[in-house]
């Protein structure tokens, strides 16, 4: 069985361009966490889907982040427009739904920001 | 004060040693994850655990609820174990996770 994957695995832009990362949890996990760890600094939550709801977006940083889940697939992160302090290292990590159930994490998405 | 603290910063070892990393936290939870962060790599789920002791080949890890503390050790240390070892723990309610700030381990050959 797949395990949770994320697209790009890197991208480098340039202050004030848009970036999309995408998150596709193991099929069936109807909980879906993004979470961010920037450099020096602990990993960050900033947001859990229960299928397609927003169950808890009170990491994201600011409104220049956007992210969906339609359909209760996949997910992703919009960045617009970036900004210097938004590099970083983006987890994705989806679970079923259930309390105590092990999260498994995507690779990650390294983003830098010029 | 970080909800999850994590001790050492970084951990310097030669193979073969016997590696304790320890998390305190100050919140109540429902269970604990150790998660492995190797450089440049993705994170992998070690252990998600409640109660007692959990053992996976030569990686072990401990939890007191009372205490608020668990610990990872690993047996026969080896190279391929050098990488940054994270506790975390979740909220109740949603399970989304507060993370320590890792500790980095490096085993010298």
């Known amino acids: 069985e797949a395990g949770v994957t994320q697209f790009p695995s890197h991208s480098v832009i340039e202050k004030g361009q848009t970036v999309t990362l995408r998150c596709d949890p193991i099929s069936g996990h109807d909980n879906l966490y993004w979470y961010r760890r920037v450099m020096g600094k602990e990993i960050k939550f900033l947001l859990h889907?229960?299928?397609?709801?927003?169950?808890?977006e009170s990491g994201m940083p600011n409104n220049r982040f956007l992210a969906e889940r339609t359909g209760g697939t996949y997910s992703t992160l919009k960045v617009q427009p970036a900004e210097l302090e938004d590099s970083g290292v983006y987890f994705c990590a989806s679970s079923q739904l259930s309390s105590y159930n092990e999260q498994f994490f995507g690779p990650g998405t390294r983003l830098t920001v010029l | 004060k970080n909800e999850v603290e994590q001790s050492p910063q970084n951990l310097t070892a030669q193979e073969g040693e016997f590696i304790t990393i320890n998390c305190s936290y100050s919140?109540?939870?429902?269970?604990l994850h150790w998660l492995q962060q190797h450089p440049g790599g993705g994170i992998v789920s070690l252990f998600m655990?409640?109660?007692g002791k959990k053992k996976h080949g030569r990686l072990i890890a401990t939890i007191n609820i009372q205490e608020k503390h668990s610990s990872l050790h690993i047996t026969a240390s080896h190279p391929r174990d050098s990488a940054v070892y994270i506790c975390a723990v979740p909220n109740f309610g949603n399970e989304k996770l507060t993370f320590g700030t890792g500790t980095r381990l490096t085993i010298i050959p």
């Open positions: 655990l409640s109660s």
């Open positions: 919140v109540g939870i429902s269970a």
């Open positions: 889907f229960v299928k397609e709801s927003k169950q808890d």
